[in-house]
């Protein structure tokens, strides 16, 4: 099976403007692809993982990949899917979370020369001449047709309307395209089936400005890409692919733990696994299929964090509910100025291991019961504990299976 195929059998593929074409190009190693990946964290997150694993595909098929890194868009903020205008970052933020990008994309891309390339497009935007781009580029796009588009109904649809300030964003993915195109060969955009608008932009702007017989230019779609960006959302934020943000273990269990109708299909996208042996999976039922859950969670965890940490967390998991030990444990530390006159409460600890994201949000588990101190539900939201508490094992728990010893730094 050739690598176009395969997308379609593990079902990343939703629409493209050229089948043929686009196969052709795949299929035989001549694909200069490109993704774009706006820096709005100092992370990548799960919602990024299916594009890095498509690139790691596609690269292993012989083709090259540029991982497009929005140093300029990133100054606009895509409205593709939002309510609401984004939080405008300074340009510092913006160099600072291209600069995290690009190491964790190194795990799933080989960069180098002839290989893969790393580029950011504040190289050519945030230096533009308003009035050239907009005669030049401008004029190559009808409002009319943009209203229409898909990225941009639900924000018109809102409350705050849609800002001019995001509407100039087509024009710049679209602009992307053609600088890729022109300074690279790039002939083929990847994308989120949010972002289709956007890249049939791009297209075309190729084709009027280089002529259409003269430009090989093609766009196509990942099925789950946008479904993919909530994969990441859980109660306590996104699953971060750093692992400062999202421990190895959480990572494990956020895989471990998804819904059983989902477990196949990611394993189908995600990992890289033999379809023969995905094949056989499908018609596992009940046990079977939480093994597949755990399947999916260590190949997972083994392309973010490696395979000593995946092993580590498998068997930490292992350990906690089979009714093992904590040796494996995943730890937090709490420090001395943590305590208040000689004691920290347990809303504090909650906060401080990452359980919970905020104090509002530790005192809501309390309340409802969902908070277990070494075994015993604690339903008081002033509990508090002393130092010598932590002279022995401390073990706390949020849930059913999101746990922590405690440990003092």
Not at 29 to 41: H, L, M, Q, V, W
Not at 119 to 133: C, G, K, T
Not at 234 to 251: C, I, M, Q, R
Not at 317 to 325: D, E, L, Q, R, T
Request: glycine share 10%; proline share 2%; aromatic share 10%.
């Amino acid at each position: 099976m050739q690598i176009y195929e395969e997308l379609i059998e593990r079902g990343l593929i939703a629409q493209v403007t050229d089948e043929e074409g686009v196969k052709e190009l795949i299929n035989n190693g001549k694909a200069t692809f490109y993704i774009g990946f706006d820096p709005t964290a100092d992370s990548l997150h799960v919602g990024h993982f299916m594009a890095l694993c498509l690139m790691k595909r596609l690269q292993m098929a012989g083709n090259r990949p540029i991982a497009l890194v929005g140093g300029g868009t990133g100054m606009i903020g895509d409205p593709s899917g939002r309510t609401d205008l984004r939080t405008m970052m300074t340009t510092e933020q913006i160099d600072h979370n291209c600069e995290c990008f690009k190491k964790q994309m190194s795990r799933f891309i080989e960069f180098g020369e002839d290989k893969a390339l790393m580029v950011n497009n504040a190289d050519w935007l945030r230096d533009l001449n308003y009035i050239e781009f907009i005669r030049d580029i401008g004029s190559m796009f009808k409002v009319n047709n943009m209203l229409r588009a898909e990225c941009y109904k639900q924000r018109l649809a809102s409350e705050d309307g849609l800002s001019f300030l995001e509407f100039n964003y087509m024009l710049m993915q679209s602009y992307d395209f053609l600088k890729l195109y022109e300074e690279y060969g790039c002939n083929l955009e990847f994308g989120g089936d949010d972002q289709w608008s956007n890249m049939l932009g791009g297209r075309d702007l190729i084709h009027k400005k280089l002529g259409k017989d003269d430009a090989q230019a093609m766009t196509i779609t990942l099925l789950l890409n946008s479904e993919g960006k909530k994969m990441g959302k859980t109660a306590k934020g996104a699953v971060w692919l750093d692992p400062e943000k999202t421990s190895p273990y959480e990572f494990y269990q956020y895989w471990r733990n998804i819904d059983d109708a989902d477990v196949i299909k990611c394993i189908k996208m995600l990992t890289f696994l033999p379809l023969e042996q995905i094949h056989e999976m499908e018609s596992w039922e009940g046990a079977e299929l939480n093994k597949a859950k755990e399947i999916l969670a260590y190949e997972l965890t083994t392309l973010v964090h490696g395979d000593e940490e995946a092993k580590k967390a498998e068997t930490a998991a292992k350990s906690i509910f089979g009714g093992g030990g904590t040796e494996n444990m995943p730890e937090a530390e709490i420090a001395e100025e943590d305590f208040r006159d000689g004691k920290i409460d347990l809303i504090t600890i909650l906060v401080k291991s990452g359980l919970v994201a905020t104090r509002s949000d530790g005192r809501r588990a309390i309340e409802q019961g969902g908070v277990t101190v070494n075994g015993e539900k604690v339903t008081d939201t002033k509990a508090a504990y002393d130092k010598e508490t932590f002279d022995n094992e401390f073990v706390i728990r949020r849930g059913k299976k999101n746990y922590r010893k405690i440990v003092m730094g």
